[in-house]
């Protein structure tokens, strides 16, 4: 595609702009302060993913929407989750918006069909033209349409990891609620330690230690998460990981500048 | 497809659903019992489009966004005008799923690409998996990416047409702010009379009288929409246009049943 710079895929963890246990509450002051972080790196062309926090969640665990298809009743769970997922993405778009930067949502599941809860079929037409005049497409984890399951839903983790390997991006920044990756959980364990990079290696190692046990996930929950950089990392994207909470740290990492995190690197 | 039952593709004019003359105004009122009389009908499948009204013209006309690109600062316009078109797209949504009925918003810019102001790609998976599982595809007038002018505006009429044309829907019925089609406009012409039944080939020579004069639009405004029925008509696709500010007309035209309208036929 005719870019002319290299593209950034940054994603914001739904716990980072939503009020985790309030359902349906966006954490406002934060979402404003990212926007206008987003704004001041002045990084483009940027493509944004952002998770669904208290917004998507609940709604979707109550319908079991990630299960998919098992009884009509389920339809109108799906329709809300789905609602849900647009009213929280509106709030982003519109702040981005606010602070200058054109950004365009791009609904994911009107682009794209799951099988068994991974993307079979994605049309990026739009969103490579949207990219090519100088838009900041925004997406979402989703409740999408799966060729199998009826339905599921869909992590922005998956959409992140396949657009940058299809696109070809240059990078891949997550902002989450956490530091970065911890040798243990630090919710549970006192001694764990940030850890500040990670060869795909060491990443892989780290996973077949929390798939070989079904006891405690030793990445505080960060597992799926980090499969799913896998196959980016495997292409030779460097993934870097930062505290989107804490103000500042999202704005050093798209500006390329040294910042508390976790990096993780082909090796 | 494997769908159970033909397929209904409504369209619900701006106008209809909005309030004309006031910015980002929707006419409630009339959404709600629109969404009613759908849910009462008890049609399915069906795929449901509706206009822009003072939602998406007003934004969309400031920055020039149909005629496509033309300089950087129509980018946040585009944006503004996707936007205003995600909230009314909302409103009708909700409306829908509060009546009870699995309403799924469908992004036309996430699965549309124009050429010209033309439709050349239309991802359609997602949306025909919907209609299998028994959901209600909601899809709208869009601010989309053209090929060719970059960005341009997407009628909801010609997403209606290509939609019947491509799914082999068994009609069209369109909600109107007026009865039907005219035999001159009734805003100015106080003979004009409401013409009950029109076959493709009058439709025709109507429109090659609009066409061949810079003058008066004979069908008030109504040729551009007329001519995009076209294509769905030459397929044998029955086209119905009644008055949805009225109270139980589209009711009356979903169950099939006589109401005060035009219906276009082959012929």
Redesign the interface.
């Given at each position: 595609m005719d870019r002319k710079t290299a593209l950034t895929v940054l994603k914001l963890g739904g716990s980072v702009i939503t009020v985790k246990e309030k359902a349906f509450t966006p954490d406002t002051k934060t979402i404003n302060r990212l926007a206008e972080e987003v704004a001041k790196s002045g990084v483009a062309p940027i493509v944004i993913v952002h998770g669904g926090g208290s917004f998507g969640h609940i709604v979707a665990k109550e319908y079991e929407i990630f299960e998919g298809?098992k009884k009509?009743s389920q339809?109108?769970g799906?329709?809300?989750t789905?609602?849900a997922m647009?009213?929280l993405n509106?709030l982003i778009?519109?702040a981005l918006?606010g602070k200058?930067i054109?950004?365009?949502?791009?609904?994911?599941?009107?682009?794209?069909?799951t099988e068994s809860g991974r993307i079979l079929?994605f049309?990026t037409?739009?969103l490579e033209?949207?990219l090519v005049?100088?838009?900041a497409p925004i997406m979402y984890g989703d409740a999408?349409?799966?060729?199998k399951r009826?339905?599921t839903i869909l992590s922005g983790d998956q959409i992140v990891s396949k657009l940058a390997v299809s696109l070809e991006a240059t990078r891949i920044v997550i902002g989450l609620d956490v530091d970065g990756l911890y040798t243990a959980d630090p919710k549970v364990d006192p001694k764990a330690e940030l850890i500040e990079t990670i060869t795909l290696r060491e990443l892989r190692l780290l996973l077949s230690k929390v798939g070989g046990s079904r006891a405690v996930d030793v990445t505080g929950g960060m597992s799926g998460k980090m499969s799913e950089m896998i196959p980016a990392l495997e292409k030779g994207i460097p993934v870097e990981m930062v505290n989107a909470k804490e103000a500042g740290r999202l704005f050093k990492a798209l500006k390329g500048e040294e910042v508390i995190g976790t990096k993780f690197q082909l090796g």
């Open positions: 298809y009509p339809l109108i799906f329709s809300k789905r609602q647009t009213a509106s778009v519109e918006v200058g054109a950004a365009v949502s791009l609904q994911p599941s009107a682009c794209i069909l079929r049309e037409a739009p033209k949207m005049l100088g838009f999408v349409l799966d060729a009826g339905f």
